[in-house]
């Protein structure tokens, strides 16, 4: 069983910045493919970012480019997601997921291991 920890949630003003981390499976974190989903009230989960194995390659959503970076520390079973620049809409639980594969897909159900979520507000 992977078990995924998020930490680095928090209230935040807009403009202003929060590092989220997401502590991974040992041994084999540097296989998975790591990601963050965001799910604000009463809308679906989305895609925020994903990043490779080797962290080579990098996904985002549209209005989160130029803004947030996802990053990762194989060396410490860790995947991070900066977020700079924040606005009242990224207000939402950001959860981490993991996949064993290669290509960083952007379908939630792809994902097979997933956090517990941390919540992140954005007050404007």
């Known amino acids: 069983q992977v078990q995924l920890v998020e930490s680095g949630g928090g209230l935040v003003q807009a403009g202003g910045s929060l590092r989220l981390s997401c502590a991974g499976p040992?041994?084999?974190?540097?296989?998975?493919?790591m990601s963050w989903f965001r799910q604000a009230p009463g809308k679906e989960r989305e895609f925020v970012a994903g990043i490779s194995w080797s962290g080579g390659s990098t996904s985002y959503l549209d209005s989160v480019k130029g803004r947030f970076t996802i990053s990762r520390d194989n060396t410490k079973n860790t995947v991070y997601l900066q977020m700079n620049s924040l606005k009242p809409e990224d207000t939402a639980v950001y959860s981490c997921?993991?996949?064993?594969?290669?290509?960083?897909?952007?379908?939630?159900?792809?994902?097979?291991?997933w956090g517990q979520g941390t919540q992140v507000t954005v007050s404007s």
């Open positions: 997921a993991a996949v064993n594969t290669i290509v960083v897909f952007t379908r939630e159900e792809v994902y097979d291991y």
């Open positions: 040992g041994r084999t974190f540097s296989t998975y493919v």
